[in-house]
């Protein structure tokens, strides 16, 4: 398969300058999820150029797309991500992923007739949206049927092979009241403000009975209206996370009675709204793993201390629910960006750095050859 490596080096090196607009282009127009429009119309765009047939609109979500070229007995799909942060762009680095699945897809194409390999790329909006998300709609609708493996890089400040990705919910929570006058009535008033606070207390000193890889972290959305009236509704986003599904599930309940509990306190009424259809675990397939890890570290990636690095729980991903379906990896390639960390101003603006297009570049070709090692594999 050496030949074929040298080849789809070749057809990388040959895009690379156009992987990279790609990617600063994507970056400079942060679109939310299943809103990017701008980003799947010129992805699609990009990879039809290379020869591929396009599919848009796939699994009736209007940002979501299928791109396939080859037609080989192993089928390899890489996934793109493309959504962005609000207000804070692309501080996950979703360009990069996008741009190198289609880097790591066109340089694969380039042997898969040769080595008996169909390749694919899945447009898969809506990563952060925290529930629902774009992968797990497709999932459902069968986007990833007949695939045989799945992949994609996640950009971070240091390369990691088998980062540790838990399980994720994301909700709303709505707190109903009754509006008064705050200081001629305040006891004709029911304050949802304060079922909102009572539930908050009520999480933090849940904190020191679960499991310490538990996380619970949220936002007030909408506190009030006016301070001189009592709030009558109120509203908060909040995100619950747990090494696998089933601990997701135990956590969820604890979570839900604490928001019970200040409804009941100040005899406001609550509902929660979404968490339906969470992010699941990242399984890591090991034969998967170990052939990026060897790819990746041939091209000149490191992995420093995966002890430490691999074993501290990290951000979650409708990845995540792919993995459990569709043998798949989900590496982290480092941008230098240290201190800057994900989901902060800083790390965006590291996403269009001199070291995110090296990493762009890089993952794009570790996962091609992990792709032709997997084919070589199969024969």
């Not at 380039?110 to 999932?139: C, H, Y």
């Not at 509704?233 to 969820?252: K, P, V």
């Not at 570290?297 to 409708?318: C, H, K, L, M």
């Amino acid at each position: 398969m050496s030949n074929a490596k040298a080849g789809a080096r070749e057809r990388l090196e040959s895009v690379r300058s156009d992987l990279i607009a790609l990617s600063h282009r994507i970056h400079a127009h942060p679109e939310l999820g299943f809103e990017e429009e701008k980003a799947s119309a010129w992805l699609c765009e990009r990879l039809s150029e290379a020869g591929f047939a396009v599919e848009k609109g796939i699994c009736d979500l209007p940002t979501a797309f299928r791109a396939r070229a080859g037609a080989g007995p192993l089928h390899v799909a890489f996934c793109a991500e493309y959504d962005s942060l609000p207000a804070i762009g692309h501080a996950c680095g979703h360009n990069i992923i996008a741009a190198a699945a289609v880097g790591a897809a066109i340089a694969a194409a380039q042997v898969a007739d040769e080595i008996g390999l169909t390749v694919s790329v899945i447009g898969t909006p809506a990563e952060e949206v925290g529930n629902a998300s774009g992968k797990i709609l497709l999932l459902e609708r069968g986007a990833f049927a007949g695939i045989d493996a799945a992949m994609m890089v996640h950009p971070a400040p240091i390369d990691m092979c088998r980062a540790k990705i838990i399980a994720a919910s994301m909700f709303d929570v709505h707190c109903t009241g009754k509006a008064s006058h705050a200081s001629a009535f305040p006891e004709l008033g029911i304050n949802a403000a304060d079922a909102l606070t009572v539930a908050q207390t009520a999480i933090g000193l849940l904190r020191q009975h679960i499991r310490d890889t538990d996380r619970i972290h949220g936002i007030v959305t909408h506190g009030g209206d006016a301070p001189n009236v009592v709030p009558a509704h109120t509203s908060a986003r909040y995100i619950i996370r747990a090494e696998t599904l089933e601990q997701l599930a135990e956590l969820r309940e604890r979570v839900h009675r604490c928001f019970e509990a200040g409804a009941l306190a100040t005899g406001a009424s609550v509902r929660i709204v979404g968490g339906e259809k969470p992010y699941a675990q990242m399984r890591h397939d090991a034969r998967l793993a170990e052939l990026y890890r060897r790819n990746a570290e041939q091209i000149g990636r490191s992995f420093p201390n995966p002890e430490v690095w691999e074993n501290r729980p990290t951000a979650s991903t409708d990845m995540g629910n792919v993995s459990l379906a569709v043998p798949s990896i989900h590496p982290m390639i480092g941008i230098n960006s240290l201190p800057a960390v994900n989901h902060q101003p800083e790390f965006a603006a590291h996403c269009v750095s001199p070291d995110a297009d090296q990493a762009l570049a890089e993952g794009a070709l570790a996962m091609a050859w992990t792709a032709i090692d997997l084919a070589a594999a199969a024969h």
